[in-house]
């Protein structure tokens, strides 16, 4: 199938077991951006001109005008379906949308007591909650290309606190889809630096079985010059079921480490 026809059926919400699989491929080969599949991508600008036009006049109108856009385009997509109203209210898109609405009241309620609202830092805080919020739901989804854009969205949180990068940590662990796995390792190095996510790390190798993970991981294990790293990773040079060439890897790994 080609490129094109599986985002469109991603829109739709009516790809196969076997047309989620090649979109996960074609993700994990970079000939697929996440941006294609591009409602987190517009949930994001939505968010930015909701920050930056707080105390417009016109800021509730504009909401409101793309919550029904939102609503319309997922009643559209989901046409075919015998229950169109309950899959969009348990989509994730509408769950932020609701989200944000209630923060909008929110804030309209509260200016209209005579309250101070507290300004554009605060905002940007609920809004940041938000995404979060909305990452975490996503990383509970069946679908792993959910997931996937799930790991993604931490990219888009201003700030990454501790709940992020253990939710991060566990899906690094536990997932079932590699590509979900090795995108939450690439998630987490730019805070490697941190203590409790380096230990992480490195317990999180001896969870792994997949050859791309544990090459990936033994090399991060390089960059980051983490000596503490060497019992985990011996650990995996001494199980039979590891490929001959991945244990190759991890050897020349422990040789630089050593």
């Keep these: 199938m080609t490129r094109e026809a599986l985002i469109q059926k991603y829109h739709q919400q009516t790809l196969t077991p076997d047309e989620e699989a090649q979109l996960e491929a074609m993700i994990a080969s970079g000939e697929i951006e996440l941006e294609a599949l591009s409602d987190l991508h517009d949930l994001g600008e939505q968010l930015q001109w909701l920050a930056a036009d707080v105390h417009s006049p016109d800021m509730s109108h504009q909401f409101h005008q793309w919550l029904e856009t939102e609503a319309t385009q997922a009643k559209a997509s989901l046409k075919n379906n015998t229950n169109p109203i309950v899959r969009w209210l348990s989509s994730p898109m509408t769950a932020a949308a609701m989200l944000v609405l209630g923060l909008l009241t929110g804030i309209s309620l509260t200016q209209k007591g005579g309250t101070d609202a507290g300004g554009g830092p605060e905002?940007?805080?609920?809004?940041?909650?938000?995404?979060?919020?909305?990452?975490?739901?996503?990383l509970k989804e069946d679908s792993s290309t959910e997931r996937l854009k799930a790991v993604h969205l931490t990219s888009e949180i201003t700030e990454v606190t501790q709940p992020i990068t253990e939710a991060l940590l566990k899906t690094l662990r536990e997932d079932s889809n590699s590509n979900v796995r090795l995108a939450a390792l690439d998630a987490l190095y730019p805070f490697a630096e941190r203590p409790q996510?380096?230990?992480g790390l490195i317990k999180s190798i001896s969870f792994q079985e997949d050859p791309l993970v544990l090459i990936a991981m033994s090399e991060l294990m390089v960059d980051l010059?983490?000596?503490?790293?060497?019992?985990?990773?011996?650990?995996?040079l001494k199980r039979e079921n590891t490929p001959p060439e991945v244990k190759e890897r991890i050897q020349s790994s422990l040789d630089i480490l050593l």
Excluded at 127 to 136: K, N
Excluded at 225 to 236: I, K, R
């Design 123 to 138: 905002l940007v805080a609920e809004l940041t909650r938000l995404r979060t919020d909305l990452m975490m739901t996503l």
């Design 197 to 199: 996510v380096r230990a």
């Design 225 to 236: 010059q983490e000596q503490q790293s060497v019992g985990e990773l011996e650990q995996v």
